[in-house]
């Protein structure tokens, strides 16, 4: 369980920011529990030009958001980046950051992010061992 909490309520003006467009990357875990969840993989998965598997968009926001309650549908089964965000890996500088488009970035301390850093890189490896070239 990610120890964010959003000091938001999950309403950034108007609308979940970190659910609108989002390019969250799934493992196969991901994608297991929440087949088991009774949904179809192609309802809910997007296979990127990378061969990453990501979280499908509807009307630009997660397959899983619900515009009229602002809530996940699915938010105890999650994926596993959604419970460490709105701490994310920057590859670029190899290391653990939180989001600059998070409203609530400024409640996450340092602390935290040292210590969520490891599952984050752990998912980091995850996801490019299970990336598949798009056919
Ligand atoms: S699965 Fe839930 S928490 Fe993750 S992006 Fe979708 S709506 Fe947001």
Redesign the pocket.
């Known amino acids: 369980m990610s120890p964010f909490v959003c000091n938001h309520n999950g309403d950034c003006d108007e609308d979940?920011l970190?659910?609108l467009k989002?390019e969250?990357t799934l493992t196969q875990d991901d994608i297991r529990r929440i087949e088991s969840l009774g949904y179809d993989r192609d309802e809910f998965v997007h296979r990127a030009q990378d061969g990453f598997y990501e979280?499908r968009n509807i009307d630009g926001h997660?397959f899983?958001?619900d515009p009229s309650s602002k809530l996940?549908r699915?938010?105890e089964h999650?994926?596993e980046g959604?419970r460490y965000y709105p701490v994310v890996y920057d590859a670029r500088a190899d290391r653990c950051i939180v989001d600059e488009e998070c409203p609530s970035r400024s409640t996450v301390s340092d602390d935290e992010i040292r210590r969520i850093c490891h599952g984050v890189r752990t998912l980091i490896r995850t996801l490019v061992r299970e990336a598949r070239p798009v056919e």
């Open positions: 979940r970190c659910c989002t969250m979280l997660c899983f958001y996940c699915i938010y999650r994926p959604c």
